[in-house]
C-alpha cells in the first residue's frame, strides 16, 4: 500500500497498483498454506491417537511447539504485571482446552464435521459483536448446516464427539478473544510461547494418565512433533507473514474455509467420505462464516486477526 499524498501525481499512484495486486497472491498463498498445513496436522494427528490416544497427542504437540516457540522469542519473564500474567495464563488454559476438546472430537467423528462444527464458535462470537439484523440470516444458514450436518438429529454422528466439536467451537471463541488481549499486553509472540508453555503444563498430566509410557517412543515422539510443526508452528509463522500484508477482514474470510480443507483432507488422508448432505451442510456453514465476517467489515470493524 501507498500512503496518500497531495503531491503525488496520478501516473504515480497508478504504477504501483499493477504489482501490488499481482503481489496480493503472496500472503493468500500463505493462508492457504497455513490452512492446509493445519487440517493435514490434525489428519495426521488422527492416524496418531491410536498409538497416544487423543490426550497424548494433544500434549506432544503443545509441548513440542511450546519448545519451539520458546526457543524462537525467548519471551522475558520480568517486567509483567498481575493482569499480564493473568491474561496469560487464561489464554494458555483456553489453548490447551480447545486443542484438547478438539482432539477428543476428531477422535469419535471424521474430521470435516468436527471442524464445521467448531467454527461455529468463532461465528457465533462474530455475530453477537455485530448485533445487526442481517446476522439472524448469517445464524440460520449456520443452523440450517448444523441441522443437515447431523442429518436431522445427529443420528449418523457421534453425539459425545459433538459434544466435544461444539466445546472446542466455545473454546476457539475465547481463544480469539483472549489472544487479542494477550497480543496487547506481551511483544511479538512472546504471549503465544508463554501461553503454549502453559497449554502444555495444563494437558501434560492428562497425557501422561492416558498414554503412560507411551509418550516416550521415538517413533511417537517424532509423529507428534510433526503435528506440532504442521498444525501449531509453520501455519502461525505463515500467518503471522500474511498479515504483514494481507487485510484481516480477508485473512478472516479465508479462516472460513477450514472446514472445506478439513473435509479435504479426511478424505485424502484417512479415507472419510461425506455424504451429499453433509457437503450442502459445510457450504451453509462456510458461506455464513463469510457473510458474518463481510457483514462486520461492512459496519467498519475488521474482525480479530486471530480468529
Not at 497416544?52 to 497427542?57: D, I, R
Not at 495464563?89 to 470435516?112: C, E, H
Not at 508452528?233 to 500467518?239: A, F, G, H, N, R
Not at 484417512?270 to 457483514?295: K, N, Y
Request: charge should be positive; aromatic fraction near 6%; glycine fraction near 12%.
Amino acid at each position: 500500500m501507498t500512503s496518500p499524498s497531495t503531491t503525488t501525481s496520478p501516473s504515480a499512484v497508478r504504477t504501483p497498483t499493477g504489482p501490488h495486486r499481482r503481489g496480493s497472491l503472496g500472503p493468500v498463498g500463505l493462508v492457504l498454506s497455513g490452512g492446509v498445513s493445519v487440517q493435514f496436522g490434525a489428519a495426521l494427528a488422527v492416524n496418531l491417537m491410536p498409538r497416544a490416544g487423543a490426550l497424548g497427542v494433544v500434549t506432544l504437540r503443545l509441548l513440542a511447539a511450546a519448545a519451539v516457540l520458546l526457543l524462537v522469542c525467548r519471551p522475558k519473564l520480568r517486567g509483567h504485571s498481575r493482569t499480564d500474567w493473568g491474561t496469560v495464563i487464561v489464554f494458555g488454559i483456553t489453548l490447551g482446552a480447545m486443542n484438547g476438546l478438539f482432539y477428543q472430537a476428531v477422535d469419535r467423528i471424521p474430521l470435516g464435521p468436527a471442524v464445521t462444527l467448531e467454527v461455529l464458535g468463532p461465528l457465533a462470537l462474530s455475530v453477537l459483536a455485530s448485533r445487526r439484523a442481517i446476522n439472524v440470516v448469517w445464524a440460520g444458514l449456520a443452523l440450517t448446516g448444523v441441522f443437515l450436518l447431523g442429518g436431522g438429529g445427529f443420528d449418523g454422528l457421534d453425539p459425545v464427539g459433538v459434544a466435544f466439536a461444539l466445546g472446542a467451537g466455545a473454546m476457539w471463541a475465547a481463544y480469539i478473544v483472549f489472544s487479542a488481549r494477550t497480543g496487547r499486553r506481551f511483544p511479538q509472540a512472546d504471549g503465544l510461547a508463554l501461553a503454549m508453555a502453559i497449554g502444555a503444563l495444563l494437558m501434560l498430566p492428562l497425557g501422561i494418565a492416558e498414554s503412560g509410557a507411551k509418550l516416550t517412543d521415538p517413533t511417537t515422539i517424532a509423529l507428534g512433533s510433526a503435528v506440532a510443526i504442521m498444525s501449531s508452528v509453520l501455519p502461525y509463522t505463515l500467518e503471522l507473514l500474511a498479515l504483514r500484508r494481507l487485510p484481516a477482514s480477508t485473512f478472516a474470510i479465508m479462516m472460513s474455509l477450514e472446514p472445506a480443507l478439513a473435509a479435504t483432507a479426511g478424505f485424502l488422508v484417512l479415507g472419510q467420505s461425506l455424504s451429499a448432505w453433509q457437503a450442502a451442510a459445510i457450504a451453509l456453514v462456510i458461506g455464513a462464516s463469510m457473510g458474518a465476517v463481510r457483514t462486520q467489515v461492512g459496519r467498519g470493524k475488521a474482525p480479530v486477526p486471530e480468529a
